[in-house]
């Protein structure tokens, strides 16, 4: 039976309270690193989906203006928001045009709908889907704007319906 003295055992339950301690704090250190980590994705992501909820806000404005526009046979409210380019390509016989087109095949806006978004060639796209009261299947609306632009302006509008189409 082997006899130990009380100083190596004392020097043993030292360095092993030492050891303990050691590892503590690493596990505490390392704890602490991917909490921080954890809160840094936590923050980025919140503000990627503020700034997400903004734009998608901002575009329905935008849309909700034109489409209001064309309701109300407002030509003013429906090209407020246009760029120059479309502002200059679009004339109020061609809007009264698209008034009658969309009141006699879709009837009225019944609701709108934020899909999402993509970019694409300078330009962010944001797609909608709108129900009308004439028209039983939902209509994919694309609005183009400007992504460049502290204001982003509308460079294109497309309402994708068969009803359209006839």
């Keep these: 039976m082997p006899v130990f003295d009380i100083k190596s055992v ?4 030292d360095l092993l309270s030492q050891r303990r301690q050691q590892v503590c704090v690493r596990g505490f250190a390392a704890a602490l690193l991917l ?3 954890q809160l840094t994705f936590s923050y980025a992501w919140s503000q990627t989906t503020d700034s ?6 901002a575009s329905t404005e935008v849309l909700q203006n034109i489409l209001d526009g064309i309701a ?9 928001d246009f760029a120059p380019d479309m502002k200059a390509s679009q ?11 969309i009141q006699s095949a879709l009837g009225k806006l019944k609701s709108l709908h934020y899909l999402g978004s993509y970019s694409q060639g300078g330009n962010v796209i944001q797609l ?8 039983r299947d939902d209509v ?12 982003p302006l509308v460079t294109g ?8 189409e006839k």
């Design 35 to 37: 909490l921080s980590i």
């Design 10 to 13: 004392r020097l043993a339950r």
């Design 91 to 101: 004339t109020r016989e061609a809007f009264l045009a698209l008034q009658k087109k």
């Design 140 to 151: 994919l609306i694309k609005l183009v704007l400007e992504a460049k632009k502290s204001k």
């Design 128 to 135: 909608f889907k709108a129900n009308f009261t004439k028209h």
């Design 72 to 80: 109300q046979g407002d030509f003013a409210k429906y090209s407020k």
């Design 157 to 164: 509008l497309w309402l994708d319906s068969p009803a359209l």
């Design 52 to 57: 997400r909820a903004a734009v998608a806000r």
